[in-house]
């Protein structure tokens, strides 16, 4: 599906670049093919950093898709701001700040609902808990 996004949102931006003439549709028409591109990008890229450096607790998909659909947004966001010459180095830090905060934030809740999974545990049992009986070795008529 990344390999999906990246193919049409690149393949796009560069059609809207090379054919279109600029005018509304075609620019916002270029917004979301680099909103494709940028997300489908970033999903193998954001899959390795999460798997090199959150090696004991990898997180789910949702929160990879949440983490590449970020990086689509800034990059989105930056170039718009360029497009219309307002974009500053400082104003580039300062979103990616911004974002990176609210991913921080994010994750942190997310670690403090985190419990673990018992379910599993109750599976491998076959749904209850062992049984044990009180019957001393060698005495056949406890069963009786």
Do not use: K
Not at 11 to 24: D, E, M, R, Y
Not at 44 to 66: K, Q, V
Not at 87 to 96: H, K, R, V
């Amino acid at each position: 599906m990344a390999g999906l996004f990246t193919l049409i949102g690149w393949s796009g931006a560069v059609a809207v670049v090379l054919l279109a003439l600029p005018f509304l549709f075609p620019r916002w028409l270029f917004f979301f093919s680099l909103f494709l591109a940028f997300a489908g990008t970033a999903v193998p890229l954001i899959w390795y950093l999460n798997r090199r450096f959150t090696p004991s607790r990898f997180p789910s998909e949702g929160i990879m898709i949440r983490e590449a659909l970020e990086v689509a947004s800034l990059g989105v966001f930056l170039i718009w701001l360029q497009a219309g010459r307002l974009f500053t180095a400082f104003l580039g830090w300062a979103f990616f700040a911004a974002f990176l905060a609210v991913e921080l934030l994010l994750r942190l809740y997310e670690y403090s609902r985190w419990s673990p999974d018992t379910s599993a545990d109750e599976t491998r049992s076959g749904g209850n808990p062992p049984q044990t009986e009180s019957v001393p070795p060698g005495d056949s008529s406890a069963g009786e």
